[in-house]
């Protein structure tokens, strides 16, 4: 019998994760983030998809699922604003 392949805990996290990445490489080259803001975003992304990972493992609870959104729109609206000149 084949078990179906892990999924996500969170539907969208690595696409997510992927488009923040983006967003932090674009405000790098263009000048609006700093190496050190870079890298700092850079940072928390990483540690969002670890933490994901880990939620997975275990099963993914409610206020797991709740830190996982909340953790990704920060990170989202930080590397907008900063992309769009907000600071």
């Not at 923040?20 to 928390?44: F, N, P, T, V, Y």
């Not at 996982?68 to 000149?85: F, H, N, Q, W």
């Amino acid at each position: 019998m084949r078990w179906p392949a892990p999924s996500p805990a969170l539907p969208g996290v690595a696409r997510e994760l992927g488009q923040a990445d983006r967003d932090i490489r674009a405000g790098r080259e263009s000048g609006q983030l700093s190496r050190r803001e870079a890298r700092a975003l850079r940072r928390e992304s990483r540690q969002i998809g670890v933490l994901e990972a880990r939620y997975r493992r275990g099963g993914l609870s409610a206020s797991e699922r709740a830190e996982l959104e909340s953790r990704i729109a920060a990170l989202r609206s930080v590397t907008g604003a900063r992309r769009s000149g907000h600071r």
